[in-house]
């Protein structure tokens, strides 16, 4: 069922689910929301599963016309959300209705917004993912960013018995703390491990869905380690030095490197990276791998919690 017309699609707006996963060994990443966490919470919050599609709006929302009735949510970014040019709340749910119209203003505060609607975007799942992947053109709406004029279809819709309502609500900063397990060529830098590790570095301008490459004191190999490795496969959060000593942090849109990796930042940390951009500024934080499991572990509680909060209402 067609649940919106697209009047502006903001400057970059795509669809996405958790992700793409068993066909990295074919050069196809993972794609997929790059904060799961505010994609879950949009989900939970119209009663949808973790895993149904949601629209990711980077820095500036798009304009949308309602098909039909459903409840819809706004989380991430903190992004000005007005139906009928009425301002309503974000990490709650909204009823609309045939005819409303639903606007996403431009960020004040992280990047990237998650609007979820009762039963998901329910376009056609390629390779097992409803994620777009715009650089090969796969999934989505025709494997592309939103463009106006697009109809936007749903899932089979339940609507809330009640809204919903975050009690609580992320605060995103300008400067982020990562933790990172070193490795998995940490031996290439011994001083460099520990510039790496008491910096802070700066967002570039050259911050996507692929990569985020950052600027600060450079990372400096020991000497006659490579500068270079034969290209392996790579995992969202494996931190790369480049010859020049600037580390990039990979992200969800590849699947190989070729440069020595010196640290992987733990998967509970990776939503905030989706939530700077240029200009913002990383710290990272060793932490062991036994740390590291961890810290998974209580993510997986965290989001858990979140899901009985809300199932609660």
């Not at 025709?142 to 899932?155: H, M, S, W």
């Not at 990569?211 to 270079?228: E, I, K, M």
Request: charged share 20%; hydrophobic share 40%; glycine share 10%.
């Amino acid at each position: 069922m067609e649940m919106f017309r697209v009047h502006a699609p903001g400057p970059y707006t795509t669809i996405q689910d958790l992700g793409r996963f068993g066909f990295q060994h074919m050069g196809v990443p993972p794609s997929g929301a790059l904060d799961p966490m505010a994609h879950t919470a949009a989900n939970l919050l119209v009663g949808n599963e973790p895993d149904c599609a949601t629209l990711e709006i980077a820095f500036l929302g798009p304009l949308l016309e309602a098909l039909g009735t459903a409840d819809i949510a706004l989380s991430g970014a903190q992004m000005p959300l007005r139906v009928n040019d009425r301002p309503v709340p974000q990490w709650a749910s909204v009823r609309v209705r045939k005819g409303d119209r639903i606007q996403v203003g431009q960020a004040e505060r992280g990047c990237r917004a998650y609007l979820a609607v009762s039963g998901g975007f329910d376009v056609t799942p390629e390779m097992g993912s409803r994620s777009t992947l715009v650089s090969a053109g796969l999934g989505g709406i025709e494997g592309r960013a939103l463009k106006a004029g697009d109809l936007l279809p749903r899932g089979p819709v339940r609507l809330l018995a009640r809204p919903r309502r975050l009690p609580w609500v992320p605060l995103y900063d300008t400067l982020i703390h990562l933790r990172a397990v070193p490795g998995p060529q940490d031996d290439c830098f011994t001083e460099g491990l520990e510039t790496f590790f008491s910096s802070v570095y700066t967002v570039s301008d050259k911050a996507n869905r692929m990569g985020y490459r950052l600027t600060g004191p450079a990372v400096a190999r020991d000497g006659g380690a490579p500068q270079s490795i034969i290209s392996e496969p790579s995992i969202p959060g494996n931190v790369q030095v480049p010859p020049d000593g600037q580390p990039i942090i990979l992200m969800v849109e590849q699947t190989i490197g070729g440069y020595t990796k010196i640290a992987t930042v733990v998967t509970a940390d990776l939503f905030k990276i989706a939530q700077v951009g240029p200009g913002d500024q990383i710290r990272f934080h060793p932490v062991t791998l036994e740390r590291a499991h961890t810290l998974y572990r209580e993510w997986a509680a965290y989001l858990q919690n979140m899901r009985d909060v809300l199932d609660e209402l």
